[in-house]
């Protein structure tokens, strides 16, 4: 089975920082590719970052580009989601999600078939 662990979320204010971690347990964590998805109350869920299996390349909505930060340690078997300058759009609850060998589309929320139990995020202005 694939399990996914956030933490790291919390409340900031306008401006600060947050750092969460995602901890993962599957076969192969090497072979999936990794993302974080966030949804706000009464909204689908918002793709905001992932990173390849094959390659370690990383893709961005273009509202969180220059702000967030997404990583992996595969030794690890975690992700790392790296968020500076927030603003109160970005409240919402956080997911780790995983997709197994992904190479395309990875903006779309629904290639990612394994989510966390999400991590709430709260920015105030």
């Known amino acids: 089975q694939v399990q996914l662990v956030e933490s790291g979320g919390g409340s900031v204010q306008a401006g600060g920082s947050l750092r969460l971690s995602c901890a993962a347990s599957m076969r192969t964590f090497s072979s999936y590719a990794m993302a974080w998805l966030r949804q706000a109350p009464g909204k689908e869920s918002e793709f905001v970052a992932a990173i390849s299996w094959s390659d370690d390349s990383t893709y961005y909505a273009d509202s969180v580009k220059g702000r967030f930060t997404i990583s992996r340690d595969n030794a690890k078997n975690t992700v790392f989601l790296q968020m500076n300058s927030l603003k109160p759009e970005d409240t919402a609850v956080y997911y780790c999600?995983?997709?197994?060998?992904?190479?395309?589309?990875?903006?779309?929320?629904?290639?990612?078939?394994?989510w966390g139990q999400g991590t709430q995020v709260t920015v105030s202005s």
């Open positions: 999600a995983a997709s197994r060998r992904l190479e395309s589309q990875y903006s779309d929320s629904l290639k990612y078939p394994y």
